[in-house]
């Protein structure tokens, strides 16, 4: 079975300041895919970003990309220029490549954008 | 551009009732996954059907709840004789799986609190 941890349950960083958020996963798979959730206030869950287990290359768009270490299991998203609209839960998640690709999720990091 | 449309939004009703909720996909998407979300975790995988066909159930899924997608459009999820535990966000998501890297799309969820 597969697991996700994010061991940061709040965070909170100046506007226009960077942030970086923490994930790391288990799993005895080699091919998977990882993402990041994001989700506002009262809002509907949106991706924000995601990695395919096999590219080296981390994922970017725009303001957000990652690092992943896929030896050490680790998948961290960092967000560049932050904007009082990034103010959200962010939720770290894995699926496997084939089949089902149900999502596994983390507990989620509170993000607070301070004016 | 219509998205994942969830109803109702919210529900709240006495332990041993019985509740369903109805979930919309995007048009054309053949996936589609139920989870849980309760306060201060990330959602949890309950269950999903490709097209019509119910494909994997979550042990978390008992007896008492059933899910449906007549025809591989909406989905119902029924949950009979209700408990407090049962007290939750309701999320669906859909997507369309082409074989390669699906995406899922989530709704705003159903938030069900049993007195």
């Known amino acids: 079975a597969q697991t996700v941890t994010q061991s940061q349950p709040e965070m909170s960083v100046q506007e226009a300041e960077t942030v970086t958020l923490s994930c790391t996963y288990d799993?005895?798979?080699?091919?998977?895919?990882l993402f990041w959730y994001k989700q506002p206030p009262s809002r509907q869950m949106i991706l924000v970003i995601r990695?395919?287990?096999?590219?080296?290359q981390n994922a970017t768009e725009n303001r957000f990309s990652v690092n992943f270490q896929k030896a050490a299991k680790s998948f961290s998203l960092k967000i560049s220029d932050s904007q009082l609209g990034d103010t959200a839960m962010y939720f770290c998640?894995?699926?496997?490549?084939?089949?089902?690709?149900?999502?596994?999720f983390g507990t989620g990091t509170r993000l607070t954008i301070i004016p | 551009d219509t998205g994942v449309s969830q109803d109702p939004r919210h529900k709240i009703t006495k332990r041993g009732q019985n509740v369903t909720f109805r979930c919309d996909p995007i048009?054309?998407?053949?996936?589609l996954y139920w989870y849980r979300q309760t306060l201060g975790q990330g959602p949890e995988f309950l269950t999903y059907?490709?097209?019509?066909?119910?494909?994997?159930k979550s042990r978390l899924l008992s007896d008492r709840f059933s899910a449906e997608r007549p025809k591989g459009s909406f989905s119902t999820l029924e949950i009979q004789r209700t408990e407090q535990g049962d007290s939750a966000m309701y999320l669906c998501?859909?997507?369309?799986?082409?074989?390669?890297?699906?995406?899922?799309?989530f709704g705003p969820g159903t938030r069900l609190l049993v007195l």
């Open positions: 998501a859909s997507s369309l799986e082409k074989g390669g890297l699906e995406t899922q799309y």
């Open positions: 799993t005895s798979e080699n091919n998977y895919y």
């Open positions: 990695q395919e287990a096999y590219k080296q």
């Open positions: 998640a894995f699926s496997l490549y084939f089949g089902n690709e149900k999502l596994t």
């Open positions: 048009s054309e998407h053949n996936r």
């Open positions: 059907f490709q097209n019509e066909a119910q494909l994997e």
